[in-house]
C-alpha cells in the first residue's frame, strides 16, 4: 500500500532538513513508525529484542549509519537519548536522528534533550486525513486573521460520523470493520492493561478495576468532571471507593503511554475573563477507544442510548464523542499552524466555549462544536459573549456542526461542517 501523507509531514519537511534529532511522539498505533520510515535511511527497531541486546550493550553503534537513522521505540533503550543529546552536542548535522516513543520511558533520561532534541506530536488521523471530503475551510487560514470567507458542501451525514467514531482513527485498523475491529480495539485495551503498564514500571493489582477506571473515564469524555467524580462512577454503587493512591497512578501512566489526552483550561493573559475553572476537559487519543470501553456501537449512538458508568453530562454520549472526534482533528490542524488548544469554562458552566485554538501572540480563534445539522442563535450566545470580552484579539469564531453546507450568519460566526474543517 502507498503511504498516505498525513498532516504532521508538513511540519516535518520544515524541520527535519533544518535540525539534527526528531522525536516522533505518540500513542501506539498512530502511525509514528510509517511516518519515520518514509525518510530513514537506517532503521534500528528496538522492539525487536535482538536489536535492543545490541543497543542495551553498546547503544553508541545505533547511532552510526547513513543519515537520517531512525530509532524506532527509542524509549525501550532510554541511554540512547543520551547518545543522541551528546551526538548532536558533538556537531550531528541536521537531518541525523529520527526517534519514535509510544510513551515516556518508566526512568526518564536524566537529561531532558531541551535544545536538542525537537519533539512532536503525533494523533491519529484527523478527519481532513480519513479522506470523507476535501476540506474548504482552513484553520490555518482562520488563524491568519481576517475573517476569511467561508464556504463548502458536503454529503457527510450524522451516520457516517458515528461510523468514525467507532471505526478509529488508527492507520492500521481502517480497513476493518464490525467483530474484526471490536476484536483489534480490544486488544489493544488488554494490552494496556496486561503489558503497557508493567512496561511503565506499574504493577496492576486489580485489572478490572483499571479497566471500570478507563470506562469511567471515556465516560467522561468531552466534560470537566473531577477525577473524584470519576473514581465514583468507576464503582457505582460500592461502599468501597478505591483509594485516591490507587487512581492518581492510572492517569499518570495512561498520560505517559498517550491514551489520557485532556484539554487544558485556557487562561487568557491580556483579557482577564474571570472565574475560569482550570478543570481539563476529557478526552481519550481516539474516540473509538472509548466508545468500545462503554460498549456503545453505532445504532446505539444513533438511537441516543447511554453506555457505560454514570457520569454527569450534557446532551447524548455520542455529542460528547462527535466533539472528541472534532477536538482530535482541530488538535491535528493547530499543531500544524503552530497553535495551541485549550478549553474555556466559567465557574457553574454559564459560559463555555469547547476549543480555543491560540496563537503565540495570544489572539484566538474560538471553535464550538454542536451535534446538529442546523444552528439556531441560542447555539452562538458563548461565542458572541466571548467576542464582547475578547475585542480584536477573537481572530474568529466558528461553530462546527454536522451539517451539508459551510457559510458565514449575519454575526459572523462561521457555521462549518465537521468534514469541511481541515488544516
Do not use: C
Amino acid at each position: 500500500m502507498s503511504y498516505l501523507r498525513r498532516v504532521v509531514d508538513r511540519e516535518l519537511d520544515e524541520l527535519v532538513p533544518a535540525l539534527p534529532a526528531i522525536a516522533l511522539e505518540g500513542a501506539k498505533g498512530v502511525g509514528k513508525t510509517e511516518t519515520a520510515l518514509q525518510r530513514a535511511a537506517t532503521v534500528h527497531r528496538l522492539d525487536d529484542p535482538a536489536q535492543r541486546a545490541i543497543a542495551e550493550a553498546a547503544p553508541e553503534r545505533l547511532l552510526e549509519g547513513d543519515r537520517p537513522v531512525l530509532l524506532d521505540e527509542w524509549q525501550r533503550v532510554p541511554p540512547l537519548w543520551d547518545g543522541v543529546r551528546r551526538a548532536v552536542d558533538g556537531g550531528a548535522a541536521p537531518g541525523a536522528f529520527l526517534l519514535t516513543g509510544s510513551a515516556s520511558p518508566a526512568q526518564p533520561p536524566p537529561h531532558s534533550g531541551a535544545a536538542r532534541v525537537v519533539t512532536v506530536r503525533m494523533r491519529p488521523l484527523s478527519l481532513a486525513e480519513r479522506g470523507l471530503a476535501g476540506p474548504t475551510v482552513s484553520l490555518r487560514a482562520l488563524l491568519a486573521g481576517g475573517r476569511p470567507d467561508v464556504q463548502g458542501k458536503t454529503h457527510v451525514a450524522l451516520a457516517d460520523y458515528t461510523r468514525e467514531i467507532v471505526g478509529s482513527g488508527f492507520p492500521g485498523l481502517r480497513h476493518l470493520s464490525g467483530r474484526p475491529l471490536r476484536a483489534q480495539l480490544d486488544g489493544y485495551l488488554r494490552r494496556i492493561v496486561d503489558t503497557d503498564f508493567e512496561e511503565m514500571g506499574r504493577e496492576v493489582r486489580r485489572p478490572q478495576l483499571l479497566r471500570r477506571w478507563m470506562a469511567a473515564y471515556a465516560a467522561a469524555t468531552a466534560t470537566s468532571a473531577s477525577y473524584e467524580t470519576i473514581r465514583g462512577a468507576a464503582t457505582p454503587g460500592e461502599a468501597d471507593k478505591p483509594a485516591k493512591t490507587t487512581t492518581i497512578p492510572y492517569r499518570d501512566v495512561l498520560e505517559r503511554l498517550w491514551i489520557v489526552d485532556p484539554v487544558p483550561a485556557w487562561m487568557p493573559t491580556r483579557n482577564p475573563i474571570t472565574r475560569l475553572t482550570r478543570s481539563p476537559k476529557h478526552h481519550l487519543v481516539d474516540p473509538a477507544l472509548a466508545a468500545r470501553l462503554l460498549g456503545a456501537g453505532e445504532e446505539a449512538l444513533l438511537s441516543g442510548d447511554d453506555a457505560g458508568p454514570p457520569v454527569p453530562r450534557d446532551g447524548t454520549l455520542l455529542g460528547h464523542l462527535f466533539e472528541s472526534l472534532v477536538t482530535l482533528s482541530v488538535r491535528v490542524y493547530a499543531q500544524a499552524a503552530e497553535a495551541g488548544v485549550g478549553h474555556l469554562r466559567t465557574a457553574g458552566g454559564q459560559q463555555e466555549v469547547d476549543l480555543i485554538v491560540e496563537r503565540d501572540d495570544r489572539k484566538v480563534v474560538a471553535v464550538e462544536v454542536k451535534l446538529s445539522g442546523s444552528i439556531a442563535d441560542r447555539d452562538v450566545r458563548h461565542l458572541l459573549w466571548l467576542r464582547d470580552r475578547l475585542g480584536e484579539d477573537l481572530l474568529d469564531a466558528i461553530i462546527v456542526t454536522t451539517g451539508p453546507q459551510a457559510y458565514r450568519r449575519p454575526d459572523g460566526v462561521a457555521v462549518v461542517p465537521a468534514s469541511l474543517l481541515g488544516p
